[in-house]
Protein backbone atom coordinates (compact mmCIF):
# COMPACT_ATOMS: atom_id res chain seq x y z
CA UNK A 1 0.00 0.00 0.00
CA UNK A 2 1.01 3.00 -0.55
CA UNK A 3 -0.07 4.80 2.65
CA UNK A 4 1.52 3.67 5.65
CA UNK A 5 -0.96 3.31 9.28
CA UNK A 6 0.29 4.52 12.69
CA UNK A 7 -0.12 1.81 15.35
CA UNK A 8 -1.05 2.42 18.58
CA UNK A 9 0.93 2.21 22.35
CA UNK A 10 -1.66 -1.13 22.66
CA UNK A 11 -0.88 -2.84 19.50
CA UNK A 12 3.17 -1.69 20.11
CA UNK A 13 2.90 -3.51 23.60
CA UNK A 14 1.60 -6.70 21.92
CA UNK A 15 4.25 -6.86 19.32
CA UNK A 16 7.52 -5.81 21.70
CA UNK A 17 5.71 -8.98 23.92
CA UNK A 18 5.62 -11.29 21.08
CA UNK A 19 8.88 -10.45 20.34
CA UNK A 20 10.26 -10.84 23.83
CA UNK A 21 8.73 -14.76 23.80
CA UNK A 22 10.21 -15.12 20.43
CA UNK A 23 13.59 -14.31 21.62
CA UNK A 24 13.34 -16.04 25.15
CA UNK A 25 15.36 -18.72 25.72
CA UNK A 26 15.53 -21.45 28.69
CA UNK A 27 19.10 -22.23 30.66
CA UNK A 28 19.44 -25.00 28.80
CA UNK A 29 18.64 -23.17 25.55
CA UNK A 30 14.99 -24.17 24.74
CA UNK A 31 13.51 -22.06 22.39
CA UNK A 32 9.81 -20.66 24.05
CA UNK A 33 7.21 -20.48 21.86
CA UNK A 34 4.37 -21.21 23.68
CA UNK A 35 4.37 -19.75 27.29
CA UNK A 36 2.47 -22.92 28.32
CA UNK A 37 6.12 -24.61 28.22
CA UNK A 38 7.10 -22.52 31.38
CA UNK A 39 4.95 -24.88 33.09
CA UNK A 40 6.85 -27.98 31.85
CA UNK A 41 9.90 -26.73 32.38
CA UNK A 42 9.52 -26.03 36.24
CA UNK A 43 8.19 -29.69 36.50
CA UNK A 44 11.09 -30.77 34.98
CA UNK A 45 13.07 -28.70 37.34
CA UNK A 46 11.67 -30.17 40.42
CA UNK A 47 11.75 -34.05 39.75
CA UNK A 48 15.56 -32.78 39.14
CA UNK A 49 16.11 -31.29 41.72
CA UNK A 50 14.63 -34.36 44.04
CA UNK A 51 17.11 -36.66 42.46
CA UNK A 52 19.94 -34.06 43.01
CA UNK A 53 18.67 -34.05 47.00
CA UNK A 54 18.58 -37.80 47.04
CA UNK A 55 22.26 -38.12 45.47
CA UNK A 56 23.61 -35.32 47.85
CA UNK A 57 22.11 -37.20 51.17
CA UNK A 58 23.59 -40.49 49.57
CA UNK A 59 27.11 -39.15 48.89
CA UNK A 60 27.08 -37.01 51.99
CA UNK A 61 25.71 -40.21 54.33
CA UNK A 62 28.44 -42.43 52.41
CA UNK A 63 31.35 -39.80 52.80
CA UNK A 64 30.63 -39.76 57.08
CA UNK A 65 30.82 -43.59 56.92
CA UNK A 66 33.84 -43.94 55.28
CA UNK A 67 35.33 -40.82 57.62
CA UNK A 68 34.71 -42.56 60.79
CA UNK A 69 35.58 -46.18 60.01
CA UNK A 70 38.31 -45.04 58.52
CA UNK A 71 39.73 -42.39 61.28
CA UNK A 72 42.41 -43.64 63.53
CA UNK A 73 41.32 -44.06 66.28
CA UNK A 74 37.62 -44.79 65.09
CA UNK A 75 34.93 -42.40 65.60
CA UNK A 76 32.17 -43.57 67.93
CA UNK A 77 28.55 -41.76 67.59
CA UNK A 78 27.40 -40.26 71.51
CA UNK A 79 24.57 -39.18 72.94
CA UNK A 80 25.86 -35.56 72.38
CA UNK A 81 26.54 -36.13 68.71
CA UNK A 82 23.16 -37.20 68.41
CA UNK A 83 21.14 -33.84 69.69
CA UNK A 84 24.04 -31.96 68.24
CA UNK A 85 23.19 -33.28 64.80
CA UNK A 86 19.29 -32.83 65.51
CA UNK A 87 19.71 -29.58 66.32
CA UNK A 88 21.47 -29.24 63.42
CA UNK A 89 18.64 -31.04 61.42
CA UNK A 90 16.10 -28.86 62.43
CA UNK A 91 17.56 -25.65 62.24
CA UNK A 92 18.21 -26.64 58.63
CA UNK A 93 14.69 -27.80 58.26
CA UNK A 94 13.20 -24.65 59.39
CA UNK A 95 15.71 -23.09 56.74
CA UNK A 96 14.43 -25.73 54.20
CA UNK A 97 11.17 -25.18 54.71
CA UNK A 98 11.44 -21.51 54.87
CA UNK A 99 12.97 -21.87 51.65
CA UNK A 100 10.21 -24.34 49.90
CA UNK A 101 7.77 -22.09 51.01
CA UNK A 102 9.21 -19.00 49.34
CA UNK A 103 9.83 -21.17 46.58
CA UNK A 104 6.30 -22.20 45.85
CA UNK A 105 4.97 -18.85 46.68
CA UNK A 106 7.86 -17.93 43.21
CA UNK A 107 6.36 -21.18 41.35
CA UNK A 108 2.49 -20.14 42.26
CA UNK A 109 3.67 -16.17 41.27
CA UNK A 110 5.06 -17.83 37.80
CA UNK A 111 2.44 -20.04 36.84
CA UNK A 112 -0.07 -17.09 37.55
CA UNK A 113 1.80 -14.84 35.13
CA UNK A 114 2.29 -17.91 32.93
CA UNK A 115 -1.46 -17.53 32.82
CA UNK A 116 -1.68 -14.44 32.19
CA UNK A 117 1.03 -14.62 29.40
CA UNK A 118 -0.67 -17.07 27.52
CA UNK A 119 -4.24 -15.49 27.87
CA UNK A 120 -2.18 -12.02 26.40
CA UNK A 121 -0.30 -14.16 23.69
CA UNK A 122 -3.70 -15.39 22.80
CA UNK A 123 -5.67 -12.03 22.81
CA UNK A 124 -1.80 -10.97 20.79
CA UNK A 125 -3.11 -13.53 17.80
CA UNK A 126 -6.42 -13.03 17.57
CA UNK A 127 -5.63 -9.11 17.59
CA UNK A 128 -2.88 -9.82 15.02
CA UNK A 129 -5.66 -12.03 12.70
CA UNK A 130 -8.29 -8.86 13.11
CA UNK A 131 -5.08 -6.49 11.61
CA UNK A 132 -4.79 -8.79 8.91
CA UNK A 133 -8.34 -8.62 7.71
CA UNK A 134 -7.79 -4.76 8.15
CA UNK A 135 -5.42 -4.01 6.20
CA UNK A 136 -7.06 -6.93 3.82
CA UNK A 137 -9.52 -4.44 3.57
CA UNK A 138 -7.90 -1.01 3.61
CA UNK A 139 -6.01 -2.10 0.61
CA UNK A 140 -9.49 -3.46 -0.92
CA UNK A 141 -11.09 -0.12 -0.49
CA UNK A 142 -8.39 1.90 -1.68
CA UNK A 143 -7.99 0.10 -4.96
CA UNK A 144 -11.70 0.40 -5.28
CA UNK A 145 -11.25 4.36 -4.40
CA UNK A 146 -8.41 4.80 -7.44
CA UNK A 147 -10.68 2.75 -9.95
CA UNK A 148 -13.75 5.21 -9.14
CA UNK A 149 -11.08 8.20 -9.40
CA UNK A 150 -8.40 6.97 -11.86
CA UNK A 151 -7.69 10.43 -12.72
CA UNK A 152 -7.82 12.14 -9.56
CA UNK A 153 -5.14 10.76 -7.35
CA UNK A 154 -4.38 13.22 -4.68
CA UNK A 155 -7.90 12.76 -4.03
CA UNK A 156 -7.64 9.48 -3.15
CA UNK A 157 -4.76 10.10 -0.99
CA UNK A 158 -6.01 12.45 0.68
CA UNK A 159 -9.05 10.20 1.89
CA UNK A 160 -6.24 7.85 2.86
CA UNK A 161 -4.28 10.04 5.35
CA UNK A 162 -4.70 8.79 8.45
CA UNK A 163 -4.28 12.20 10.41
CA UNK A 164 -7.20 13.35 8.07
CA UNK A 165 -10.58 15.37 10.49
CA UNK A 166 -13.61 14.73 10.12
CA UNK A 167 -14.27 18.16 8.72
CA UNK A 168 -11.91 17.30 5.85
CA UNK A 169 -13.33 13.75 5.34
CA UNK A 170 -16.76 15.11 4.84
CA UNK A 171 -15.58 17.96 2.70
CA UNK A 172 -13.43 14.90 0.57
CA UNK A 173 -16.65 13.12 1.05
CA UNK A 174 -18.71 15.80 -0.54
CA UNK A 175 -15.93 16.87 -3.34
CA UNK A 176 -15.65 13.05 -4.30
CA UNK A 177 -19.56 13.01 -4.21
CA UNK A 178 -19.49 16.19 -6.66
CA UNK A 179 -17.46 14.67 -9.04
CA UNK A 180 -18.88 11.48 -9.15
CA UNK A 181 -22.24 13.33 -10.08
CA UNK A 182 -20.36 14.65 -12.80
CA UNK A 183 -19.24 11.67 -14.10
CA UNK A 184 -22.41 9.86 -14.07
CA UNK A 185 -23.72 12.72 -15.48
CA UNK A 186 -21.39 13.00 -18.61
CA UNK A 187 -21.84 9.23 -18.67
CA UNK A 188 -25.33 9.74 -19.48
CA UNK A 189 -25.34 12.12 -21.54
CA UNK A 190 -22.84 10.54 -23.47
CA UNK A 191 -25.49 7.73 -23.53
CA UNK A 192 -28.11 9.68 -24.89
CA UNK A 193 -25.84 10.98 -27.71
CA UNK A 194 -25.14 7.58 -28.86
CA UNK A 195 -28.87 6.43 -28.22
CA UNK A 196 -29.50 9.70 -30.48
CA UNK A 197 -27.49 8.58 -33.51
CA UNK A 198 -28.09 4.59 -33.09
CA UNK A 199 -32.09 6.58 -33.75
CA UNK A 200 -30.44 8.22 -36.65
CA UNK A 201 -28.81 5.90 -38.05
CA UNK A 202 -32.09 3.99 -38.28
CA UNK A 203 -34.04 6.45 -39.66
CA UNK A 204 -31.54 7.25 -42.16
CA UNK A 205 -31.39 3.66 -43.11
CA UNK A 206 -35.05 3.88 -43.65
CA UNK A 207 -34.79 6.84 -45.86
CA UNK A 208 -32.15 4.92 -47.87
CA UNK A 209 -34.56 1.82 -48.04
CA UNK A 210 -37.12 4.06 -49.48
CA UNK A 211 -35.63 6.59 -51.55
CA UNK A 212 -34.23 3.23 -53.44
CA UNK A 213 -37.80 1.66 -53.70
CA UNK A 214 -39.17 5.04 -55.22
CA UNK A 215 -36.65 5.52 -57.13
CA UNK A 216 -36.78 1.69 -58.73
CA UNK A 217 -40.61 2.11 -59.29
CA UNK A 218 -39.44 5.76 -61.34
CA UNK A 219 -36.79 3.70 -63.07
CA UNK A 220 -39.49 0.46 -63.93
CA UNK A 221 -42.36 2.93 -64.95
CA UNK A 222 -39.52 5.05 -67.29
CA UNK A 223 -38.29 1.91 -68.67
CA UNK A 224 -41.62 0.70 -68.99
CA UNK A 225 -42.79 3.88 -71.17
CA UNK A 226 -39.82 3.43 -73.64
CA UNK A 227 -40.22 0.03 -74.36
CA UNK A 228 -43.99 0.56 -74.99
CA UNK A 229 -44.83 0.00 -78.13
CA UNK A 230 -48.20 2.69 -78.23
CA UNK A 231 -45.71 5.52 -76.96
CA UNK A 232 -42.10 4.71 -78.00
CA UNK A 233 -39.83 7.56 -76.06
CA UNK A 234 -36.31 8.43 -76.72
CA UNK A 235 -33.92 6.97 -74.71
CA UNK A 236 -31.79 9.98 -73.72
CA UNK A 237 -35.52 11.76 -72.92
CA UNK A 238 -36.28 8.63 -70.34
CA UNK A 239 -32.89 9.20 -69.15
CA UNK A 240 -33.45 12.79 -68.81
CA UNK A 241 -36.70 11.88 -67.06
CA UNK A 242 -34.61 9.59 -64.87
CA UNK A 243 -32.60 12.42 -63.80
CA UNK A 244 -35.26 14.88 -63.33
CA UNK A 245 -37.44 12.54 -61.02
CA UNK A 246 -34.08 11.81 -59.04
CA UNK A 247 -33.53 15.31 -58.37
CA UNK A 248 -36.72 16.29 -57.31
CA UNK A 249 -36.72 13.20 -54.95
CA UNK A 250 -33.22 14.34 -53.15
CA UNK A 251 -33.49 17.57 -53.21
CA UNK A 252 -36.98 16.65 -50.87
CA UNK A 253 -34.27 15.00 -48.16
CA UNK A 254 -32.12 18.12 -48.37
CA UNK A 255 -29.30 17.20 -50.92
CA UNK A 256 -28.94 19.30 -53.66
CA UNK A 257 -28.29 17.75 -56.92
CA UNK A 258 -26.67 18.35 -60.06
CA UNK A 259 -26.30 16.10 -63.34
CA UNK A 260 -24.63 16.95 -66.27
CA UNK A 261 -23.21 14.82 -69.13
CA UNK A 262 -19.60 15.19 -69.65
CA UNK A 263 -19.00 13.13 -72.51
CA UNK A 264 -21.48 9.94 -74.26
CA UNK A 265 -22.66 7.78 -72.33
CA UNK A 266 -20.75 9.49 -69.01
CA UNK A 267 -22.99 11.70 -66.67
CA UNK A 268 -21.05 13.87 -64.04
CA UNK A 269 -22.65 14.00 -60.58
CA UNK A 270 -22.52 16.80 -57.33
CA UNK A 271 -24.63 15.97 -54.59
CA UNK A 272 -24.29 18.77 -52.05
CA UNK A 273 -26.09 19.92 -48.31
CA UNK A 274 -25.35 22.36 -45.71
CA UNK A 275 -22.40 20.44 -44.26
CA UNK A 276 -21.07 17.82 -47.34
CA UNK A 277 -20.03 18.11 -50.70
CA UNK A 278 -19.17 14.74 -53.49
CA UNK A 279 -18.57 14.46 -56.88
CA UNK A 280 -18.31 11.45 -59.04
CA UNK A 281 -18.97 10.42 -62.07
CA UNK A 282 -21.02 7.61 -63.40
CA UNK A 283 -21.73 5.75 -66.62
CA UNK A 284 -25.11 5.67 -67.81
CA UNK A 285 -25.60 2.10 -67.20
CA UNK A 286 -24.34 3.06 -63.57
CA UNK A 287 -27.58 5.62 -62.79
CA UNK A 288 -29.85 3.51 -61.41
CA UNK A 289 -31.47 3.24 -58.02
CA UNK A 290 -28.25 1.63 -56.21
CA UNK A 291 -26.40 4.12 -57.25
CA UNK A 292 -28.33 6.94 -56.10
CA UNK A 293 -28.88 4.94 -52.71
CA UNK A 294 -25.14 5.00 -52.51
CA UNK A 295 -24.76 8.45 -52.95
CA UNK A 296 -27.23 9.41 -50.17
CA UNK A 297 -25.56 7.00 -47.99
CA UNK A 298 -21.41 8.87 -48.45
CA UNK A 299 -23.66 12.09 -48.13
CA UNK A 300 -25.62 11.81 -45.04
CA UNK A 301 -23.09 9.14 -43.10
Not at 26 to 38: F, I, M, Q, R, S
Not at 127 to 144: A, G, Q, R
Request: net charge negative.
Amino acid sequence: MSQSIALGSQDLEFLTAQRQIEETQLADGTHVENPLVVNEEINFKKEEFAKLKFQYLEQETREKFLRAILSSPPLYVEQKDIDEYETQNREKKAELKSHKTSLNTTIQNIQEKNSQNVSLYHDLQVKLNDTDEILKEISEMESSLRSLFPKDPQLVDAMLQPDVGDDNLFNIGSSAQQKLARVQSEQARVEALLSARKQAQRDRQDEISKLSQQLEMVHHDIDAASKSTTTKQDPQQSRAQWIKQMTEILQETGIKLEVTQSQEGRYKIKASTDKKNIETELDATELDGKAVSHLYQDIMG
